[in-house]
């Protein structure tokens, strides 16, 4: 599992990297979309990061964990990494949806230019999209919930000692183990929330670009007869 997660890891961060440093070579002002491409990969190379790094960050005397060199300060840091990583991908990946939808839905309008969408939507959900990362991050650090995971490849929102959620000899922890789950629940419930805003943001693409393509078929339609009457006359 470790090897399969660093080889994967390694090639989302090589690749987000040249993506990163394409964009940010020729600069962040040519629009709203490559400055989401670009918080996108930022993104994807923290969350990469810390995958490269999970398997040796948990501390040495975590038995599950067969690679681990570390300790708890290291788990916590890799943990951070990671979830606010992650937590910046999913709601990033949902923004470019967003931006997708006010596009292709008031492209035909000229209603949602760049810069209209710059200062209507971008900087204020690029603000809400960091802040609450940040939150979610900082308070799992402080409640001290970044421990190893009992697959023992990476550091998340996991019990204290690892493994006393699966193993009833052990006894978890208390409050630790305890925040862990409430931060757990909260990390899941953000990630479905944003899985589900990216369905909603496709599915109404999908239902106007459908619309449009009938509104389209129903003009041709009737335009038809008319041409050739005039060609006839």
Known sequence: MASIQ?????????????????????????????RIIFSLSVADIMQSFGMIVGPFAPPASATQALWSIGNQTTCSAQGTIFMFGGCMFIMNSVFLSFYYLCKIKRANDGMMTDAMFSARYEWKIHTFNILLSLAITITGLSLRTFNSAPTGTTCLFAAFPTGCWQDPDIECYEPISTYAAYMGTLHISVTSLCFLGIIVCMGLILWHVAARNKIMKAMLTTSVPGTTTSEQD
């Open 6 to 34: 660093i080889s994967a890891a390694s090639l989302s961060f090589i690749a987000s990297l040249v993506v990163a440093v394409s964009i940010g070579s020729v600069g962040l002002r040519d629009g709203p979309y490559k």
